[in-house]
């Protein structure tokens, strides 16, 4: 199964931060978390209950669409429901947010990767583009390991629908959501 790119919301202080970089490609540097769910709009300037903002790790230029990766590491513990993409001067470009649901979960003392194909073809033409922080987190995978984990992932899948078919059916009574 292949995830479809986030179309997150292009923010009009963002936009207006690309026009006033005329002349220059446009880069995205920071991705921001938050716990929040929310229906994003263009007239935003801030992402709603952002926890923490960390720089890209690592990038691809994918023509209409960039694959953007970041790392969150440390202590907090959160569902993570929306994310907003900042340039080198922390002005939010774009935010995607989850008015429903949440987007990944993030555990205390464990380090998450999000890897996220962003659309931006609305208003790329090859200047908008990634920058890296110091650390490069550009994940090469070979077909073994894509196997293994495609895998994994199925069964885990099937286990954890089998799960809830228990739990609404009332055979399973704890641990399960509430």
Known sequence: MVAAALQPQILTIGLN???????ANFAIAKVG??????????DMTAL????LRVPIMGGVDKGKSLHINAQILGALATPIRA???YDE???PFAIYGAPTGTLTIKEAGERVVLGYDI???????GNVTIVQGATDLNLIYDNEIIELVTNHTKAATRHLKLQLALFDKGVITQGYPT
């Open 17 to 23: 931060a690309m026009v006033n970089n005329v002349g």
């Open 33 to 42: 978390i938050s716990a929040t769910n929310f229906t994003p709009n263009k």
């Open 48 to 51: 709603p209950g952002e926890l």
């Open 83 to 85: 994310v907003a993409f």
């Open 89 to 91: 001067n922390d002005v």
């Open 119 to 125: 659309d931006f073809s609305a208003v790329t033409n």
